[in-house]
Antibody, heavy 122, light 115 residues
Framework: QVQVVQSGAEVRRPGASVRVPCKAS????????MHWVRQAPGQGLEWMGW????????KYEQKFQGRVTMTRDTSISTAYMELSSLTSDDTAVYYC???????????????WGQGTMVTVSP | QAVLTQPSSLSASPGASASLTCTLR?????????IYWYQQKPGSPPQYLLRYKSDSDKQQGSGVPSRFSGSKDASANAGILLISGLQSEDEADYYCVIWHNNVYVFGTGTKVTVL
């Protein structure tokens, strides 16, 4: 079954970091870029960046530069998104989403994880 | 001004048609872009519906009914998602997306209510 599976909820204190995994199965993990999109409670969707699982190359939305790191472990077909210096504004559901084509840019996100709720609270 | 602006809500009756707009900021031309549309129901991740750039460059998402279709209104500098024959299951949030300056940009989202 083609899917990406994310972990359950995470709770962090302000100033801490969180690493969110996204495990792919049923397809060639290195054949598709993986993106991260977040959604604050009651708000819209916000693109954070992508990782090329084949090369490890990344691109981040400028807003998150310096705070976000996207990595992958090809041996277990898992992508990770780590966000540091957390504030309450980072409380959101974090989704991983597969890009349909084999390179990044101007293609659909055709496969989404179920999301990981990250709560930042004192 | 946001890159992509969508009306916050839209209501329509079952069986009616609903036209959702996605207006691009005035300094960027809708003609240039593929417009992607996603549907999100409460508590679920978004799902890809379709993309539309032109009649020769369009794509329906896998398993997406043909009553969902895309178009553009050049005069309004907007992408359009048309939902024909509205059903109660279409009640959801809808987001448009473009690839702009090598990043993906999401629209503000429209909540569709089927009365």
């Amino acid at each position: 079954q083609v899917q990406v599976v994310q972990s359950g909820a995470e709770v962090r204190r302000p100033g801490a970091s969180v690493r969110v995994p996204c495990k792919a199965s049923g397809y060639t993990f290195t054949g598709h870029y993986m993106h991260w999109v977040r959604q604050a409670p009651g708000q819209g969707l916000e693109w954070m960046g992508w990782i090329n699982p084949k090369t490890g190359g990344t691109k981040y939305e400028q807003k998150f530069q310096g705070r976000v790191t996207m990595t992958r472990d090809t041996s277990i077909s898992t992508a990770y998104m780590e966000l540091s210096s957390l504030t309450s504004d980072d409380t959101a559901v974090y989704y991983c989403a597969r890009e349909a084509g084999d390179r990044s840019g101007d293609d659909a996100f055709d496969l989404w994880g179920q999301g990981t709720m990250v709560t930042v609270s004192p | 001004q946001a890159v992509l602006t969508q009306p916050s809500s839209l209501s329509a009756s079952p069986g009616a048609s609903a036209s959702l707009t996605c207006t691009l900021r005035s300094d960027i031309n809708v003609h240039t872009y593929r417009i992607y549309w996603y549907q999100q129901k409460p508590g679920s991740p978004p799902q890809y519906l379709l993309r539309y750039k032109s009649d020769s460059d369009k794509q329906q998402g896998s398993g997406v009914p043909s009553r969902f279709s895309g178009s553009k209104d050049a005069s309004a500098n907007a992408g359009i998602l048309l939902i024909s024959g509205l059903q109660s299951e279409d009640e959801a949030d809808y987001y448009c997306v473009i690839w702009h300056n090598n990043v993906y940009v999401f629209g503000t989202g429209t909540k569709v209510t089927v009365l």
